[in-house]
């Protein structure tokens, strides 16, 4: 309860994101689910001991999980569990889109599960642009938006790509010596660093953010996944002199 005063009074916005192995969707293993239906619960318990009301306003975050590569069967098994959790959790669990083709975009949480069960579902800017799902990020935005009820502020997810990080980086060290960015192959300890950091997956967080948020004119809760935590919001603010209200980061 003490925590929860302390946030409460210093006006701090609380959510927690479970890790991707609480699946409610597994197609083969039951234990699994039971696991992640008492995790899953402990975090709600977690909110009650701090003295928060159920709500959405302390928000736990989730994916799905994989597809399984049935779309349709996975959602009705998320779904048929779903039903199991206790009216605490279920009136704080959210749903997030996902950075692979192959699993849940934007457009398919809101078919598959907030018309079927009315759950938000959280925007990550990052993931869309791996899975669109043929929605701009605006509409991709909106109709995420949607699924908020009235009252509760829109949550976001704001992250860059780690791979693009390092090779600005790499880009900006060539300008400075007057160097190509081909040149730093012939070069034995640069080009081991360019092979490495080459390598590092398009979808893995930056440290820092540099491009501005897109916010579309809404008002939204913005969550910032970047390696650096609050050093990273710190120089994002520092970058665009941040100080709009409509926008929490």
Not at 59 to 86: F, Q
Not at 93 to 117: G, P
Not at 145 to 174: D, F, V
Request: with cysteine; glycine share 6%; hydrophobic share 35%.
């Amino acid at each position: 309860m003490e925590c929860g005063n302390y946030a409460r009074a210093n006006g701090m916005r609380i959510t927690t994101h479970p890790g991707p192995f609480h699946v409610l969707g597994s197609p083969t293993s039951e234990e699994l689910v039971n696991k992640t239906i008492i995790g899953l619960e402990r975090h709600s318990e977690l909110f009650d001991l701090m003295g928060f009301e159920p709500s959405f306003e302390n928000k736990i975050n989730i994916h799905v999980a994989g597809a399984y590569g049935d779309h349709t069967g996975t959602a009705k098994r998320w779904i048929k569990n779903w039903h199991r959790l206790s009216d605490n959790l279920k009136s704080r669990l959210v749903l997030e889109n996902d950075d692979k083709a192959s699993m849940w975009s934007t457009r398919m949480l809101y078919n598959y599960f907030h018309k079927e069960i009315g759950i938000p579902i959280t925007f990550d800017y990052h993931h869309h642009t791996f899975h669109p799902d043929e929605l701009s990020e605006h509409e991709a935005l909106d109709m995420a938006g949607s699924t908020w009820p009235k009252g509760i502020r829109q949550c976001t997810h704001y992250s860059e790509s780690r791979r693009r990080e390092k090779r600005n980086a790499l880009l900006e060290m060539c300008e400075e010596n007057n160097l190509s960015f081909d040149e730093l192959d012939e070069l034995p300890k640069l080009g081991k660093l360019k092979a490495r950091w080459m390598k590092i997956r398009e979808q893995a967080h930056s440290d820092y953010i540099i491009d501005e948020i897109q916010t579309y004119g809404k008002e939204l809760d913005i969550v910032v996944e970047a390696k650096a935590k609050e050093l990273a919001v710190l120089k994002y603010r520092d970058i665009y002199q941040y100080n709009n209200k409509k926008v929490l980061v």
